[in-house]
């Protein structure tokens, strides 16, 4: 099996580059066909001597996946079916929104969290991907030259497979790379903390937070990640960073049926979120099947929004793109349309 070039850095090209035997400033070369001229084989790499990539061909290969098929929703976002692990499958979902494209990406095959909500959690975990994986959704997609955003908020806890992540957000924000803003970039977690605070330390992107619940003993029903990463830590670190500049944090809180939708509820929240400088998103729930709570009325999450910015705090019921073909928030299981 070939090894893939896709998510490698410069240093590491230039160390294959000499491996078989083109000169250091290839390694260059290289980075720049993969992340600037996005090259899916290496024989484009034509600047490269003949049989340098005549050998280079022998043992490595550019790795972009490519989709398997694409569905279109009747509000233009899409969603892609990318294969993975030889057996399984992810998807990522391209929001476009006035001038913005959004790409909602995955990280996992599957989720080892366990949420009771989530179609994605309900499938178990069939693996991470790695950083050529997660590259190719921007890669491969028709929209990719024109993307302008991104949340790993697709398929998979980003912060269970940190490493991977990591490493496609140094390609995404290097001058090497695609040189984004890290404000264009937001990672989505349900609060693995020991990875948190390597994630808030060692990028300046933006940050989303599953809450779902203010009350820990009653978040734990639903989310198995309470017991181990309590919220009331997760935003107790979360506290320790600056969010007053360009850098935001917001919370995710799917609102559930006579769940959580109680003033109760806003009050936890007004309590547990008070004083720091954040944004409170509130989503719709999309029913799915063998699930005990039901979708909160329009009426119920706009008092919810109210008392909670009569509380000081920032809050938007954020709209639901995507549901007819399953993209939207939860939905997400990586089935073949032919499956």
Request: glycine letters at 8%.
């Amino acid at each position: 099996m070939k090894t893939r070039l896709l998510g490698k850095t410069p240093e590491e090209l230039k160390q294959i580059a000499l491996e078989v035997g083109l000169p250091a400033f290839a390694g260059k070369q290289m980075a720049q066909w993969l992340y600037q001229k996005r090259v899916r084989s290496i024989a484009e790499m034509t600047n490269l001597s003949k049989q340098g990539r005549e050998v280079l061909s022998e043992r490595y290969e550019v790795g972009m996946v490519q989709p398997v098929d694409v569905q279109v929703s009747a509000d233009g976002t899409k969603k892609y079916l990318f294969p993975v692990n030889a057996s399984a499958f992810v998807e990522a979902v391209m929001i476009p929104e006035q001038e913005r494209k959004t790409l909602c990406v995955s990280s996992q095959a599957g989720c080892k969290m366990g949420c009771k909500f989530c179609m994605t959690g309900r499938q178990g975990f069939h693996g991470n991907l790695d950083a050529a994986d997660i590259l190719s959704q921007f890669f491969a997609i028709d929209e990719a030259a024109a993307l302008t955003n991104t949340v790993f908020m697709g398929m998979g806890e980003p912060l269970d497979n940190w490493d991977a992540v990591k490493r496609t957000i140094e390609v995404l924000t290097a001058d090497w790379g695609l040189a984004w803003s890290p404000k264009r970039v937001t990672l989505s977690t349900i609060g693995v903390l020991p990875k948190l605070k390597q994630y808030l330390d060692e990028s300046r992107c933006h940050l989303a937070v599953s809450l779902h619940n203010p009350f820990p003993a009653q978040r734990e029903e639903l989310m198995p990640v309470q017991k181990a990463w309590s919220i009331t830590e997760v935003v107790r670190l979360i506290r320790q960073y600056d969010f007053s500049g360009q850098r935001r944090v917001s919370f995710e809180y799917t609102v559930f049926d006579s769940w959580n939708d109680s003033p109760r509820h806003a009050d936890g929240l007004i309590h547990l979120l008070r004083g720091l400088e954040c944004r409170v998103n509130l989503i719709r729930f999309h029913k799915i099947p063998d699930f005990p709570y039901g979708t909160a009325s329009a009426s119920k999450m706009e008092a919810f929004r109210d008392r909670l910015t009569e509380g000081g705090i920032t809050a938007t019921i954020r709209a639901s793109r995507g549901e007819d073909i399953l993209a939207a928030c939860g939905l997400l299981a990586g089935k073949h349309a032919a499956l």
